[in-house]
Each structure stands twice: as structure tokens, then as C-alpha cells.
């Protein structure tokens, strides 16, 4: 315990703590544990509200080597994660060779992924992929996952402190190095007692596994309970890398659920009305010149559902995402999907017959040649469509309305080949953990969340069983006295904020200047915005104990969105087209109307290869001064595999004691 004026804060000492409860903190902890670590802290924000236990698609995907493919391999699969750009080859490498392993752990704990009757692990081709490497246990893969790795951690005697928020992270220097020593919470339950739930967390190593931003954008798929720790990382001197690429696509909005792959793959209808509902019109019969040329992109868009600036031209799939945008953005309309009638184009009566072949043989190969799209659906992915009914939604008798919504940031905390961060015995898992680049194949990242949390597992376990010693730490006491002040100061402030506004505020910008359309000047406002909220916020309090929380999350969002912008604005000044799923121009550049109202085709300067070799790093000083730094991409190593090598190596351990500060250790 921490005594301050007759208050105490819980103080509880730990060998690791974990902020997070997704699939990737839970693996950590569990890989831990089987090391013979025990002395571990779970420290949520809520068991179940984050991403991995409440998102997925029609069938989520989860990305490894393919070990029924013939002619797929470890260095096969490190290639083509590292040509997707803006990715270090050491660690596209790591995450092929132990995607196997990491997936046949969930096998082995329960996870129900499909095999035949041979007990062959079979694939599918996702998006961005040549080696159908997906696989999927339905549309709950991540939930599954979670409530597997759950039951296997209950095996083991690992502290959850639920409800629960991590507010700061501790560090300190020693001999011109940045250490973590521990955290701070606020306890939910107890924010009303005068220390206002603070707690404090004194560990030797700190794994941080909360997720992307889900909570920055207004039009997102993440769970709307979703908070992400980017800020407060970037508090802490940790250095992020590739904040300009995220994945956005098409998506219901109640509930809120990517609509990918059989949700597309069915040819359902999609229309517009105005805002009171009225006004009804197929809006895709504006642009597409054919039916089948309508069809083949609502078709493609199942494989190819995040939007990507290379599938807009000749009439390409990602056109759909800048129509749908079009219409909600522009023209102020709702846009709908609807699996209750099949798209009707003009005049024309639709048929299965008159849809592009590839669309046609998809179907006639799937057994799902019925007449109306949502039988189409239940044929394909009975699933998905029950996922729906599950959640209050009939689609055989009402539409989804919905939008271009953020889904995923492939960017994040930078780290080594270990998953630490540049501060010492700091690691970051999971989608908090920037390690994918610009095009990163489907299900990619639960397959990286499960290796670099066993990669970090492995180095802390190696590093606690040798005995390394953790250097001398500051004096934490002062640290939480000096936190509890402020909090006192926050709320006797004079003057207060608006939270629920300015948090609205956030996410309309993000949305507008950081979604699949991006421009110079819309980045340029949407900072000095941006600036003025953050020190309205410096110079403002709360009114009671209930906005302690949100108003400390309300200032990491702006440090997010600030870092955000300023490397959009890196990349704008220097790109011509865009990259990845956005795009640099106006959408009323982009899509212009010929004299009979038609839109006329959409086209897009190539964008091949710009800063793929590169990667933009961003980091706070200690003035809040944003630094940016390009690094070149580390190619795939070339090493020796001689196994009587590697052998002894191994026995030595000696690759744990390289250099690993940074890439290509």
C-alpha cells in the first residue's frame, strides 16, 4: 500500500504485468505460464469487450502456412508478408515460421478449426493472399479463440484484475537506457473513494496487448466498448511506426459487423434512401455499365473487402467502398444492403444467368443457385447468416444499413524480433503492435498476435529464468502521490470540459481527414483543431469523480489523432495517388457526372511501390514535440541453416543474448 494524506492506493507487486485481455495478452500469459511463470497480473479494462471477444466476419480468417498446399513454405509465405510494404523482412520471417505452431496451439486447446477426414488443415484464399492460407473456425474465430485460451489459462493460478483501466506506464533511465517498472490503473468500482480508484502496479516486465484505435473513429466496426493504450504508450517514449495504414470497408452499422466474403459473395442488393427513409434507388446502376460488371465487383468484393486504391480502376471492386462513401458523405443519403431482393440494374430483370461467369461458377460449384440473395447466403455461409438472428437481425426480412468503417490499423508500437518496444523488458502484442505493413493478407493479424505474444513469453520467461537483473528503481511512491494530485486538481478545476463532445468531435474528424479519402488541406485543419482541443484539455478539469477515466482517455485520443495526422500529412506531401486503403484527392474530383447524371469511370494515378522500402517512425519528446524518422525496411534475413549450426545455437541459446535493439537481430 501507498499512504498519501490519509488515503491509500492499492499497490501490487507483480513479475509481469499484462494490460489487455484479447487473444494475443491471454497467449502471453498462458505461454508464460507454461514456462513455469506464475507471478503474472492480467489488468482489463472489461474480460469481454474488447475486439477479440465480440468482432468477426462472415467467416473471421486466420492466416498461416498452408499445410495441406504443395508448394507453400515458410520463406514462401515471409515473402509475401514482406512485399506487402513498409514491412521488416526479420519480422515477416518470425511470423511465417511460427504461424504453424501458434496454430495448432489453438487446435490442441479447442479452437474447432476444419479438417477433413485425413486430418488435413485445408485453405482458402483471403485477401491479399496467393497460397490460400486462410483458415476459419466461422464467423466467431476470434471469440472462439478467446474463450479457449480463457479456459486454458484457468488451468494455471494467474491473477485477472477485471474492470480495470491502465492510465500510465511507469519508467525510468539507467545508464542512458528507458526501463518500465510497473503502471497505473484506476479501478472502475472505486472511482468515487478519495483516491479515486487509483492503483499502482510495480512489475519487472510489461506486456501490452489492448488493441487498435478502435474508439477514434465515428464510423468504425469495433466494438463500441473497444479502448486502445497507443496514447499512453506514447507517453511513455515508445516509438510507433506506419500510423498511416489502416484497413476500411464495408461493414454494418447496428450491429456493427464486417459484411466481407459470403455477405458479398451472395449478390445482395444495395440502395439509398434519403435521410427520413424515403427516395429509394440502386445507386451502383449510376457507375457500373453492365450488370455483369455490377455483379463481378459485388462479387469480388467478398475476396477483396478492405478497399484498396489498386481495385478502383477499370471498374474494380473498391469503386462500391467511394460509392457507398459518395452517397453518405456527399450526398447526405443512408446506403443499405439488402438480401431480401436480388440488384436490379435499369430495366434489366435480373437473373443468375445474365451475372458475370467467375460470380455464377462460384455459386453453381457452392450449391447456391437459389433465387433470392439471403437464400443464397444460407447456402454459402448458414453461419453468417444465424450470426445475424442471433443478434435480432432477420435478413430474409429487413436490410443492414451501412458504411466505410475503420476495422483495423496496421501500425503501432514498434518492436524488435522479440515484440519488445525500445524501452527495456516493454512488449506490445496484438494489433497494438504495428508489425504488418501496407497490404497485409486477411487474417494476418490474429496469426500475429499469437506469435509475437509467444515471442515476447519466450524472451521475458528466458530472461526471468537466467536471472537477469532488473537495474535500480525510481521512487514509485512520489510517482503515485504526484498522480493523485492531479487527479484532485482535475476535479476542483474552475474550468471543465464537454468529454462526450469532444470525444464526438474526434471521431467525426478522424473519420473525414483519416478515412479512405485524404487531402492536404482537410489534414491541415483537422490539426490545428486538434491542437486547440488539446490544450483546452491541458487547461480543463471535470466536474466529479465519474470523468476521472474519460478524461484521461479523452487526452490519449487526442495524442493518437495528433500522431495520426501528422503522419498523414508526412505521406500527403510526398505522395501523388495514395497507398493501401486510401486514397489522396477529393471525392467529388474522383467521381464527376456526365450530362445524362451518370458518373463517369473512375481511375486513379498508379501508386506502386512509394515508400514501400521505408518506414515512418513517430515518437513524443518530452516537450510533446512529435519527431518523425524514415528507416529503411530490413530485408529477410540470409543466415546459415546448417542444422548441426542451428543445433548448437539452440542449445546455447544464444540468439536470445544478440543484439536485438533493433531489426535484423
Not at 42 to 51: A, R, W
Not at 531 to 558: R, Y
Request: proline share 3%; glycine share 8%.
Amino acid at each position: 500500500m501507498i499512504h498519501s494524506n490519509n488515503i491509500t492506493i492499492p499497490c501490487i507487486t507483480t513479475k509481469v504485468a499484462i494490460v489487455g485481455s484479447g487473444t494475443a495478452s491471454l497467449n502471453a500469459a498462458v505461454h508464460l505460464a507454461k514456462s513455469g511463470i506464475n507471478d503474472i497480473t492480467i489488468i482489463t479494462h472489461g474480460l469481454s469487450k474488447g475486439t477479440s471477444a465480440k468482432a468477426g466476419s462472415d467467416k473471421q480468417t486466420y492466416y498461416r502456412l498452408n499445410p495441406s498446399a504443395q508448394s507453400d513454405s515458410v520463406f514462401l509465405m515471409a515473402q509475401d508478408l514482406f512485399d506487402s510494404g513498409a514491412m521488416h523482412g526479420d519480422i515477416a520471417l518470425i511470423e511465417a515460421a511460427l504461424s504453424t505452431r501458434a496454430f495448432f496451439h489453438l487446435v490442441d486447446i479447442g479452437v474447432p478449426f476444419p479438417h477433413d477426414k485425413y486430418g488435413n488443415y485445408i485453405g482458402y484464399i483471403t485477401d491479399h493472399d496467393k497460397k490460400a492460407r486462410g483458415t476459419s473456425a466461422g464467423p466467431y474465430t476470434s471469440i472462439l479463440m478467446h474463450r479457449a485460451l480463457l479456459d486454458e489459462l484457468s488451468r494455471y493460478n494467474i491473477s485477472i484484475i477485471d474492470n480495470t483501466t491502465a492510465i500510465d506506464i511507469l519508467t525510468f533511465e539507467n545508464n542512458n537506457s528507458h526501463y518500465v517498472c510497473g503502471l497505473l490503473a484506476i479501478d472502475h468500482n472505486k472511482i468515487n473513494e478519495n483516491n479515486h480508484g487509483l492503483m499502482c502496479f510495480i512489475a519487472d516486465y510489461v506486456i501490452v496487448g489492448t488493441g487498435g484505435p478502435g474508439d477514434l473513429f465515428k464510423d468504425s466496426v469495433y466494438p463500441e466498448t473497444q479502448i486502445t493504450s497507443l496514447g499512453m504508450l506514447l507517453r511513455a517514449g515508445a516509438v510507433v511506426h506506419n500510423l498511416t495504414e489502416m484497413q476500411f470497408g464495408i461493414a454494418a452499422q447496428q450491429p456493427r459487423w464486417n459484411l466481407s466474403g459470403s455477405y458479398q459473395q451472395a449478390i445482395p442488393r444495395y440502395y439509398s434512401t434519403d435521410i427520413d427513409g424515403n427516395n429509394e434507388r440502386e445507386f451502383l446502376n449510376d457507375y457500373f455499365p453492365s450488370l455483369e460488371s455490377l455483379t463481378l465487383a459485388t462479387f469480388l468484393k467478398g475476396y477483396q473487402w478492405p478497399f484498396d486504391v489498386k481495385k478502383i480502376n477499370n471498374y474494380g471492386s473498391s469503386c462500391i467502398d467511394l460509392l457507398v462513401y459518395y452517397e453518405k458523405h456527399v450526398l447526405n443519403r443512408r446506403v443499405f444492403i439488402d438480401y431480401r431482393t436480388n440488384p436490379c440494374y435499369h430495366s434489366n430483370t435480373f437473373s443468375l444467368e445474365s451475372i458475370h461467369p467467375e460470380a455464377f461458377h462460384y455459386l453453381q460449384n457452392s450449391n447456391a443457385l437459389s433465387i433470392l440473395p439471403y437464400q443464397r447466403l444460407q447456402q454459402i455461409n448458414k453461419p453468417a447468416f444465424d450470426l445475424f438472428m442471433s443478434k435480432g437481425v432477420d435478413l430474409s426480412k429487413q436490410p443492414l444499413e451501412i458504411a466505410i468503417c475503420h476495422q483495423h490499423c496496421n501500425g503501432g508500437c514498434k518492436g524488435n524480433i522479440w515484440w519488445e518496444s525500445n524501452i527495456h523488458n516493454l512488449f506490445t502484442v496484438g494489433e497494438i503492435n504495428g508489425s504488418h505493413g501496407v497490404y497485409r493478407p486477411g487474417g494476418s493479424a490474429l496469426n500475429s498476435g499469437q506469435v509475437g505474444s509467444l515471442r515476447a513469453a519466450q524472451m521475458i520467461a528466458y530472461r526471468i529464468h537466467r536471472g537477469y537483473t532488473i537495474p535500480h528503481k525510481p521512487n514509485i511512491n512520489l510517482i503515485v502521490k504526484q498522480k493523485l494530485e492531479k487527479m484532485n486538481h482535475l476535479i476542483n478545476h474552475t474550468s471543465t470540459i464537454n468529454i462526450k463532445l469532444e470525444k464526438e468531435k474526434i471521431q467525426k474528424r478522424a473519420s473525414e481527414s483519416l478515412g479512405i479519402i485524404r487531402n492536404l488541406q482537410t489534414t491541415i485543419e483537422a490539426l490545428h483543431l486538434n491542437n486547440n482541443a488539446l490544450q483546452a484539455v491541458i487547461v480543463s478539469g471535470i466536474t466529479s469523480h465519474h470523468g476521472l477515466l474519460d478524461f484521461f482517455l479523452l487526452h490519449d485520443m487526442l495524442i493518437v489523432e495528433r500522431c495520426m495526422l501528422e503522419a498523414s500529412l508526412f505521406m500527403l506531401e510526398r505522395l501523388n495517388a495514395g497507398r493501401g486503403s486510401w486514397c489522396i484527392a477529393g471525392i467529388n474530383h474522383l467521381i464527376q457526372k456526365d450530362k445524362m447524371g451518370l458518373i463517369k469511370e473512375i481511375t486513379i494515378n498508379d501508386c506502386d511501390g512509394i515508400y514501400c522500402n521505408e518506414i515512418l517512425e513517430i515518437s513524443l519528446s518530452k516537450d510533446t514535440i512529435i519527431e518523425k524518422n524514415l528507416v529503411p525496411v530490413q530485408p529477410i534475413p540470409e543466415y546459415d541453416s546448417w542444422f548441426e549450426n542451428v543445433w548448437a545455437e539452440y542449445q546455447q541459446q544464444n540468439f536470445f543474448d544478440d543484439d536485438i535493439t533493433s531489426h535484423g537481430g
